[in-house]
């Protein structure tokens, strides 16, 4: 079984490692989500600031002290124009191929849940890409809807990759 904590300063090698091996999961399943070669730096500070802040929440699952799987959850601003003021953005959430359907990723889940309600938040966002087997199997599964459409179009060196003009 899973331990599902809050991530600290010792666990951020861990954390950069699983959000790297989440994007490269994602650029296989289309190169436009090919990561920069500077990506896991940048990742890194981003990280370092979101575990120092109030409106953000990084977690770690691990199994016998190994490091299995990553979330991070963050506190966002609607525009002024809306009701609900604020909502919960689920940035990343990541579970090693080994350690998938054990209820790892719905556990991450449930404790971000927990944390935005913690906080007054009652909506949470998440993306993810069509293709991504896990829209179906876990994000439309756990209670997520669809709810804004993103399309795109691709041309120049991108032309004729998968949403792209033929």
């Known amino acids: 079984m899973a331990i599902i904590r809050k991530a600290n300063r ?3 090698a861990a954390v950069v490692d699983l959000w790297t091996r989440l994007a490269d ?3 296989a399943l289309d190169p436009v989500f090919r990561p920069a070669p500077e990506a896991p730096r940048v990742f890194a500070k981003f990280l370092r600031r979101c575990m120092k802040s109030k409106n953000a929440l990084v977690l770690l699952a691990e199994e016998r002290g ?3 799987g990553m979330c991070m959850a963050l506190i966002d601003n609607n525009p002024p124009i809306f009701e609900a003021t604020r909502f919960g953005r689920l940035s990343d959430l990541f579970v090693d191929a080994d350690y998938r359907r054990r209820g790892i990723g719905t556990e991450l889940l449930q404790a971000v849940r927990k944390w935005l309600a913690e906080n007054g938040v009652t909506v949470c966002r998440a993306s993810a890409a069509e293709q991504n087997p896990a829209l179906e199997n876990f994000w439309l ?3 997520f809807d669809r ?5 795109e179009s691709r041309f120049g060196e991108n032309s004729g ?3 792209g003009p033929r």
């Open 66 to 68: 190994v490091p299995v």
């Open 147 to 151: 709810c804004i459409a993103i399309v």
């Open 161 to 163: 990759q998968h949403g």
């Open 10 to 12: 010792k666990d951020r």
């Open 141 to 143: 599964r756990s209670g």
């Open 25 to 27: 999961y994602h650029a």
